[in-house]
């Protein structure tokens, strides 16, 4: 079992640019949530999504972001036009469909920087 | 408003002494609380759940407690151990769909 893969692992971009971060839950899993995390600070809440719907978006930024996670492949989180603020770790977790109360399993993230 | 707010930001204690990491909420009602680790450069790794009807729950040498009339959960490792350094997050459930809120993390270092 492979569990949560994040990638890419690093990326640069330029102010303006876009950046995609994708995400492949573990196996089985249909839940997917995305945190943000500056530096010595604690895991923001940004989205929770299943599969083809958006569960809860209350920590998403109004303008520049989005995320999907469609019926095939991995959720994707879209930055678009980035600012150096975005610059950040973004890490992704996964949980089965089944059951409440079972912990996540997070990803590695991706370390995003906005030069 | 609402608030997860962890004891501290570091926690220093020697190899084989018990380390004792807090965590309160403010305006949250979880069902359950869960506590992570996470080392430098990696995800957070799921350790321990608690449900509101519990008070206590051991794993090893980890315990955790949860007292909803106080809003406050304690976290203890017994006989740390320098592989036990690592930043540790509570994280609340919220909206009763396995939705997680986190707080900002203890960072404990136990010195050999």
């Known amino acids: 079992n492979a569990g949560v893969m994040q990638n890419p692992r690093h990326l640069v971009r330029r102010r303006g640019q876009e950046a995609r971060l994708r ?3 573990m196996k089985g899993h249909s839940h997917v949530y995305w945190y943000r995390q500056l530096p010595e600070e604690g895991l923001k809440f940004m989205v929770y999504l299943q599969k083809e719907n958006i569960i809860d978006e209350s920590g998403m930024p109004k303008e520049r972001f989005s995320a999907e996670f469609p019926k095939e492949g991995p959720s994707i989180l879209r930055i678009q ?35 | 408003s609402q608030k997860i707010e ?15 990491l807090t965590c309160n909420y403010t305006n949250y009602s979880p069902a359950y609380l869960q506590w992570y680790r996470q080392d430098p450069g990696r995800g957070p790794v799921f350790l321990l759940l608690i449900r509101e009807n519990e008070k206590e729950k051991r794993k090893e040498r980890l315990k955790v407690t949860f007292d ?27 909206n009763n769909n396995n939705d997680m809120r986190f707080g900002a993390g203890t960072r404990l270092t136990v010195k050999p």
Do not use: W
């Not at chain 1, 975005?86 to 991706?110: N, Q, R, V």
């Open chain 2, 6 to 20: 962890q004891n501290s930001e570091a926690l220093n204690i020697q190899e084989g002494k018990t380390a004792t």
């Open chain 1, 23 to 25: 995400c492949s839950p």
């Open chain 2, 68 to 94: 909803t009339t106080l809003k406050q959960s304690l976290f203890h490792i017994t006989a740390s151990q320098p592989a036990d350094s690592a930043t540790y997050l509570c994280a609340l459930e919220v």
């Open chain 1, 81 to 115: 036009q980035v600012v150096r603020g975005d610059s950040a770790a973004y890490f992704c977790a996964s949980s089965p469909s089944m059951g409440t109360g079972i912990g996540y399993t997070f990803g590695s993230g991706t370390r995003l920087t906005v030069v």
